[in-house]
């Protein structure tokens, strides 16, 4: 059985930084690809950032370009997203999901994830 844990969020103020790390465990059979998604309270769960599982292509939300960074560890099957000038309206739960499967995905927004994790609070105060 596949796990996925999240864990690094916190409570932190704007424009402060945070990296949340999603580590894949169990019998990963051909993992595709791995994405970031948030829910803030209220609100629908909205895609922050994708990542292929070989690192070549990733994929940000316009609300979060050029301030949130996806990233795998190689030697490790652990993704993470580091987060650099956070605004109040980060404020989520943020999740991880796993895709598996051959071939290359071709939106990781709208790509049917087949593992989740449980999610990690993130808080950003003004």
């Known amino acids: 059985q596949v796990q996925l844990v999240e864990s690094g969020g916190g409570l932190v103020q704007a424009g402060e930084s945070l990296r949340l790390s999603c580590a894949a465990s169990?019998?990963?059979?051909?993992?595709?690809?791995v994405g970031w998604f948030r829910q803030a309270p209220g609100k629908e769960r909205e895609f922050a950032a994708g990542i292929s599982w070989t690192g070549a292509r990733t994929d940000y939300a316009d609300s979060v370009k050029g301030r949130f960074t996806i990233f795998r560890d190689n030697t490790k099957t652990t993704v993470y997203l580091q987060m650099n000038t956070l605004k109040p309206e980060d404020t989520a739960v943020y999740y991880c999901?796993?895709?598996?499967?051959?071939?290359?995905?071709?939106?990781?927004?709208?790509?049917?994830?087949?593992?989740w994790g449980q999610g990690t609070q993130v808080t950003v105060s003004s």
């Open positions: 169990g019998r990963i059979l051909n993992p595709r690809t």
């Open positions: 999901a796993l895709d598996v499967g051959y071939g290359r995905s071709s939106n990781f927004e709208k790509t049917l994830y087949d593992y």
